[in-house]
């Protein structure tokens, strides 16, 4: 009755005698061979077994001190030599500790996300326990030893070129959370880029898929952490350490994803990194100046890419002072009858107001994109019209200069519109020449609202700007219903006394007449 059926079972009970055999006795050592056998078993239940024994089985001997330290000298030199029994017994006891982690790390790409997850943990462990009990030696007192080798192994792994693992790289994300792995992962990756990109022509973009998942979950701390949080326990912290020091991290940060970003990345990457490099890259790095080149290099791809791109380097050039005479004319050139249409519109045009929201502006460069949104204006539907109106009249508030544009008192009759529209350059457009003509004949729009959106330019200007955000999203949808919803006029009385039928009885009608007349 109390024996569990099946082969599990008896596995576990085979695996089980084993590891206490070869804890028990040096001479029982070649055991862990049976042990790691089981490592390659095609079944599941058999498998997860090993991988459970393997991890108290090395544990217990790095806890012991049962492994070689120091630089690792091939099996056979030791094992032919002369050298005493206990060193013979731990450089073979290593190597085959060696052969257990090569063989966890290929697990990480097992199809099963089972057994992934049973070798990620069991590699963490000893991650954390060869971080404290090190297989090397430490050159001095107070020398930051970290399994670096084992490391660069886990992450390696996580970064697969073949397969996709998204999965598995949010359950790594809970050793983010520490210094020490958070920094080490930093340094892995930019070694596994190197050598992914070393090694493959034409890298997958499954491989920057994974990695773009990995970097874009580290996050550093705003400031220097009072306390250090470490995976691998310390007995105490030296400050000579880098490991704990912020602006370490942020160097390390900086390198990591400069290394990512100078590769040629999959369009949808781009667009990925563009939309958090403003609050999760810049910040936190060094230089960050030195995004230049990845963001000048997006902003030619065009389109909502280009946009992003604008918004990293608006951030450089507003607060690390960077000169960049081409902005204005790129997002110039992102003004075309599309804008209205696109999925971005309302980052567009959010973006673009805080572009043009300072008063130093030039008058012809403010000019020339009212000019070129009130021409763009003539063809859009009316859930643009409704912000882009409110928009161009901001533009005008905030410029009093570019007001000659509704209003010039003594200017000429203009017989043609002196406003170049295939003009690139803003400043050679000739706008400030020319009239917002185009919001006077808005005024006649078929639709009520944009008639009279249009018609705002015909009074003063009132000094407080309109509020675009709640109009940003509009839909046309949204446009109709609330057309929908609209009370008709209220009907008009006709008379005092409603009547009571078209026929009543001779004297109630001889009644009504008389009190009408």
């Not at 199809?111 to 430490?138: D, I, N, T, Y």
């Not at 200017?411 to 006077?440: K, M, T």
């Amino acid at each position: 009755g109390d024996r569990e059926p099946g082969t599990g079972w008896r596995v576990r009970r085979a695996l089980g005698r084993r590891l206490e055999a070869v804890l028990a006795s040096r001479s029982e050592a070649n055991a862990v061979f049976d042990i790691l056998a089981v490592l390659q078993s095609e079944d599941q239940e058999e498998f997860q077994e090993a991988v459970r024994t393997c991890s108290r089985l090395f544990g217990a001997l790095l806890e012991r001190g049962e492994l070689f330290v120091g630089q690792l000298p091939s099996e056979e030199m030791v094992m032919t030599g002369s050298q005493g029994a206990t060193r013979k017994y731990k450089v073979w006891m290593r190597h085959r500790y060696h052969s257990c982690c090569n063989r966890l790390g290929e697990l990480l790409g097992h199809p099963s996300f089972q057994v992934k997850e049973l070798a990620l943990s069991a590699l963490m462990k000893f991650v954390q326990l060869e971080g404290a009990h090190p297989l090397e030696k430490s050159k001095w007192e107070g020398n930051y030893l970290f399994p670096r080798e084992l490391f660069k192994l886990v992450v390696g792994g996580l970064l697969s070129p073949e397969e996709d693992q998204s999965l598995l790289l949010s359950q790594f994300r809970e050793y983010l959370d520490y210094d020490d792995t958070r920094y080490h992962t930093m340094q892995a990756a930019v070694d596994a880029v190197a050598r992914v990109t070393g090694q493959h022509p034409e890298v997958p973009p499954t491989f920057w898929n994974n990695a773009f998942t990995l970097l874009s979950a580290v996050s550093l701390p705003r400031r220097e952490p009072t306390v250090s949080s470490f995976y691998v326990k310390r007995a105490e912290l030296w400050d000579t350490w880098k490991v704990a020091h912020l602006k370490e991290h942020r160097r390390v940060f900086q390198a990591m994803w400069l290394s990512f970003l100078k590769h040629k990345l999959p369009l949808s990457l781009y667009k990925k990194v563009l939309l958090i490099v403003h609050d999760a890259i810049l910040p936190q790095l060094a230089q960050p100046t030195l995004m230049i080149d990845f963001l000048t290099r997006a902003c030619d791809l065009g389109g909502a890419l280009s946009l992003l791109a604008l918004n990293g380097l608006f951030i450089l050039i507003h607060k690390h002072n960077l000169e960049y005479p081409d902005f204005y004319r790129k997002l110039y050139g992102l003004l075309d009858p599309s804008v209205f249409h696109v999925k971005y519109r309302a980052r567009f045009f959010h973006l673009a107001d805080l572009f043009l929201s300072s008063s130093h502006l030039p008058a012809y460069l403010v000019a020339a994109f009212a000019k070129r949104l009130a021409r763009l204006a003539l063809t859009a539907p009316p859930e643009a019209l409704l912000m882009v109106l409110p928009f161009i009249c901001n533009l005008l508030r905030r410029h009093p200069a570019c007001r000659v544009l509704v209003h010039r008192p003594h200017g000429p009759e203009l017989d043609a519109d002196p406003y170049d529209p295939g003009e690139e350059d803003p400043a050679q457009s000739r706008a400030l020449e020319s009239s917002l003509w185009e919001l006077q004949a808005l005024q006649r729009h078929y639709h009520p609202e944009v008639s009279k959106a249009a018609s705002v330019i015909n009074q003063a200007l009132s000094m407080p700007e309109v509020s675009i955000a709640p109009l940003l999203e509009l839909t046309a949808y949204e446009i109709f219903e609330r057309d929908l919803k609209k009370k008709g006029p209220e009907p008009v009385p006709l008379e005092f006394i409603p009547a009571q039928g078209l026929l009543g009885r001779p004297g109630e009608l001889c009644a009504q007449h008389f009190t009408l007349s």
